[in-house]
């Protein structure tokens, strides 16, 4: 396993500073979420692009994924998500970020396979992936991979692992990992209060069952990332991620394979 931390947990920080906590703190990567705010978005050109991969890589860092916001089988005409999506890809493939996170914003199996399809050949071509996260609508692997199997677009779409949402809708992580193993590129990990309060609290002092996941992906043998998504953004009186991440680098040498 590779470590990565999300930028999400670092509201109101820039790269550098971004950069700077990753680097201090032991990760290989980042997971850089795509916002107007943090600085990287579809709308960057060229030489934004340029710099922002360069300082990333200069500082001996790889980027694990852009944490993207389309939303896969949302509602609605084809197009507008296909067009995001596209746009995100290439911002992918102009960083050197493997894939790119979108949600499921819907359960219409149907549409968000559709959409997956439509932009295989061009996430095909640039070497990218599509990362379907375990969110909203379809937040149990037995849901994502019932949508990856009927995209079957295995060269460019896999599955993202939460490992909080399935949990607190009730799926046992053994039963998460058997649905998604076929199709798992990406972990990220995280604590919580409980199922029903998911305000973020350091590892091992919530209720995600951080153990058996991570035991269950050693077991499978995944060498993948795994981000730490600090939701410091949406809680914004939690601790600063840099708190946080030495249990994160804890729980990728325990379980790294």
Do not use: N
């Not at 219409?108 to 996430?123: C, E, I, Q, Y």
């Not at 692992?161 to 998460?176: F, I, M």
Request: proline residues 7%; charged residues 25%.
């Amino acid at each position: 396993m590779k470590l990565a931390v999300s930028t999400l947990g670092m509201p109101g920080e820039g790269l550098d500073r971004a950069i700077e906590i990753a680097t201090g703190h032991g990760c290989q990567g980042l997971e850089l979420r795509l916002h107007p705010d943090t600085g990287v978005h579809a709308g960057l050109d060229a030489a934004e692009r340029g710099s922002v991969r360069e300082r990333i890589e200069q500082a001996g860092l790889e980027i694990s994924a852009l944490a993207g916001y389309t939303g896969i089988c949302e509602p609605g005409p084809d197009e507008p998500v296909i067009e995001a999506l596209l746009a995100d890809l290439r911002l992918a493939a102009d960083l050197g970020a493997p894939g790119v996170r979108v949600f499921p914003r819907g359960d219409d199996v149907a549409t968000g396979a559709r959409r997956l399809k439509a932009v295989s050949g061009t996430a095909g071509d640039l070497g990218r992936r599509v990362l379907v996260e375990t969110h909203d609508r379809m937040a149990t692997g037995e849901a994502v991979a019932a949508l990856l199997a009927e995209a079957d677009c295995p060269g460019t779409a896999g599955a993202l692992w939460d490992l909080l949402h399935p949990w607190r809708h009730g799926e046992p992580p053994a039963r998460t990992l058997a649905a998604l193993a076929p199709y798992l590129d990406y972990v990220q990990v995280k604590d919580a209060v409980s199922a029903q309060d998911t305000t973020p609290v350091p590892m091992w002092t919530g209720s995600v069952p951080l153990d058996e996941a991570g035991e269950l992906l050693r077991a499978a043998g995944f060498g993948g990332w795994v981000s730490l998504e600090w939701e410091r953004t949406w809680y914004p009186q939690v601790a600063p991620v840099e708190e946080i991440l030495p249990g994160a680098a804890e729980w990728v040498r325990r379980f790294g394979s």
